[in-house]
């Protein structure tokens, strides 16, 4: 079909709507996004905080987001990105992976690693060894904290070391979390090459990175977007899909909406299957405390681990406005119900511990996402992009097979789910 012959509504302009957007402009097709906020971008977005443009919680990206780079190098963003060696570094522990081929930058980067004992680097290496000769897949999936014990792992490397890093990576306390899922983490930080085990910062807003040049570079290619427009009902009518009443009618359409949204977008649609397995998602807090000092902190590395377990990290965002920081602290844990005011001077002990004396405060916001991703546990229900309803798919971190809830896990499933819809057309 020609480009005014076919018409693609995509609901939910989030990194995943956002991912489906592109390819499918890019394969030529006629598009309309429709997005309920006013401005794109889904759970990763800018607030605005006292003439600050902030984001509502980091994102920390890898050198193996492959689909988010090429869409980042598409939108001509790469520039205000901060690519580093991955360090793992908190009060006691400091693990960086050298610029030495893989395997070679891991086993060096263990050798020297501060903070463990030789038993200790010998079975993370032992760990990482038998995951890749298993093609990182395990026999069956399992709970991560009884895998790592059932893997011989010491108790005070997982304290140091697997905890901190799953936590971070899954948003899923260890004792729930999916084993299977943190041996993918694996596969793409310590165990991958190593270019694709590089962290990758950003020097701006989520929003100046990706969706405000995607909103441009849609636009630009003949792309339809709504914004501030919360579709209410779907139809479908046996020639196509309807939402509301806009006029025009969409021989295909993509629900990049978080589930919820899905499920409330499914009402009345023969999907019994589908709404109960959206329904079986559990989900995961994060917590995030953005501090404005008067003056610069200095901070060794741009991401840092102020304790084990559900300590914060403390993330450098002084490329924005000297003295900007944030802590963040993902999962579920005791924090989260904790006053907020003895949290503050809980984590703001923390950071000076690892920082010497701290500048004055100027100002300080909580960001409390209590439902900020799914919970990554071996039980969770899998999705896939087409549904068994006429010509709908679905895009979203939570459709991947594979990652846990991450940007690029968003925008793989919004590209595969966009190619799903293509290959349909043939």
Known sequence: MTRTEQHIAIIGGGWAGIAAAIELTLADRR????????????????????????????????GAYAETLRLIDLLGTRNTLDRRRLRL????????????????????????????????????????????????????????????????????????LWQPLAIAALNTPIAIASAQTFAVVLRDSLGGPRASS???????????????????????????????QRIRQLRYDGDGWRADDHPDRYEKIILATSPVETTRLLEGHPTAALKSA???????????????????????????????????????RQETADGLVCLVASADGAHCQMDRDHLLSDWLALLEQRCGPLPPLHAHRWIHERRATFAATPDRPRFHAKTDLPNLWLAGDYTHPDYPATLEGAVHSGVQCARSLLRALV
């Open 89 to 160: 570094f908190g009060p006691d522990l400091d693990l960086r992976l050298p610029r030495l081929p893989a395997p070679f930058h891991l086993a060096v980067g263990l050798a020297t690693a501060h903070g463990l004992s030789w038993p200790e680097k010998w079975a993370a290496a032992r760990l990482i060894r038998r995951l890749q000769s298993q093609n990182w897949k395990l026999v069956a999936d399992a709970p991560l904290a009884d895998w790592l014990h059932h893997e011989g792992q010491p108790e005070r490397l997982i304290r140091r």
């Open 31 to 62: 598009i309309t996004l429709f997005e309920a906020a006013p401005q794109l971008g889904g759970r990763a977005r800018a607030v605005q905080w006292q003439g600050l443009s902030i984001d509502n919680g980091p994102h920390l990206m890898l």
């Open 278 to 316: 959206l329904g079986r998602l559990s989900w995961q807090p994060i917590v995030n405390l953005w501090l404005h000092f008067t003056d610069r902190l200095i901070l060794p590395y741009p991401m840092q681990a102020l304790g084990e377990a559900n300590a914060p990290w403390v993330i450098d």
């Open 198 to 228: 590089d962290a990758i910062f950003t020097r701006t807003n989520l929003d100046a990175l990706f969706s405000e040049p995607a909103q441009r570079w849609l636009k630009a290619h003949g792309a339809r977007l709504h914004t501030g």
